[in-house]
Nanobody, 134 residues
């Protein structure tokens, strides 16, 4: 059974930084690459993609970012402990929301993975709150 647990959220002032972690368990690596990512949901808004990466073992084939976070956020993973990270710098009040990590349910194509569409992901964590104050 796949389980994802996020941590690292908190409250920061605009311009500050946070690093989110996602511990993944129960997911079997295989010959193919896997798509994993971070998503967020602000109050009253739909869940949106933040960043995704395609990996096989410790090798990351590529990563994709939402336009709003490009250059400020970095997605990474540590294959030794099956943890995915999201380094968030220069945070803005619009970055406020609940952040979720997710893993594909069925294998996604490269284009699907880069689309950052929450509907394509089958396994989700419970989320961690990020609040950015001005």
């Amino acid at each position: 059974q796949v389980q994802l647990v996020e941590s690292g959220g908190g409250s920061v002032q605009a311009g500050g930084s946070l690093k989110l972690s996602c511990a993944v368990s129960g997911y079997t690596d295989s010959h193919h690459y896997h798509c994993m990512g971070w998503f967020r949901q602000a109050p009253g808004k739909q869940r949106e993609g933040v960043a995704t990466l395609a990996k096989r073992g410790s090798y990351i084939f590529y990563s994709a970012y939402a336009t709003s976070v490009k250059g400020r956020f970095t997605i990474s993973q540590d294959n030794t402990d099956n943890t995915m990270y999201l380094q968030m710098n220069n945070l803005k009040p619009d970055d406020t929301g609940t952040y979720f990590c997710a893993v594909e349910g069925v294998s996604l194509t490269r284009e699907q993975c880069a689309n950052l569409d929450p509907a394509d992901f089958g396994y989700w964590g419970q989320g961690t709150q990020v609040t950015v104050t001005s």
